[in-house]
């Protein structure tokens, strides 16, 4: 199933508030910013995602769904790639613990996506 980048409108819509009253929390003058993330046109800062998070009361991961798989998808496949140039190398002991770290992200995505 495609997700969306963001969900941004249907939780706004869930608590009832206006584009210009979530503008308005974030410190913005009017909603037309807000309108543009909204319609996947611009993407907040850190500082902005953080404020919707604290808006409305959601984890980033659920907020920015569609965005959030797409990175956790590439973080995975280089996850992957890395693992496999640090395995060619295979420079000891010392690396064991960045291995399995390797090994875990790689699986992350697939062990979610089978969750879901």
Do not use: W
Not at 20 to 26: G, N, Q, R, S
Not at 98 to 105: A, C, I, K, S
């Amino acid at each position: 199933m495609s997700q969306l980048p963001n969900y941004l409108r249907s939780h706004r819509k869930r608590l009832a508030l206006s584009q210009e009253d979530v503008a308005f929390l974030l410190g913005t003058l009017s909603g037309a910013k807000m309108c543009r993330y909204e319609r996947f046109v611009r993407e907040p800062s850190l500082e902005v995602a953080l404020a919707f998070v604290i808006i409305f009361q959601k984890p980033l991961e659920e907020i920015f769904a569609g965005t959030y798989r797409q990175v956790e998808k590439r973080v995975a496949a280089r996850a992957k790639v890395l693992g496999y140039r640090r395995e060619r190398k295979n420079l000891g002991q010392q690396n064991k613990r960045r291995r399995e770290t390797l090994q875990n992200l790689a699986a992350l995505a697939k062990v979610k996506q089978s969750l879901s």
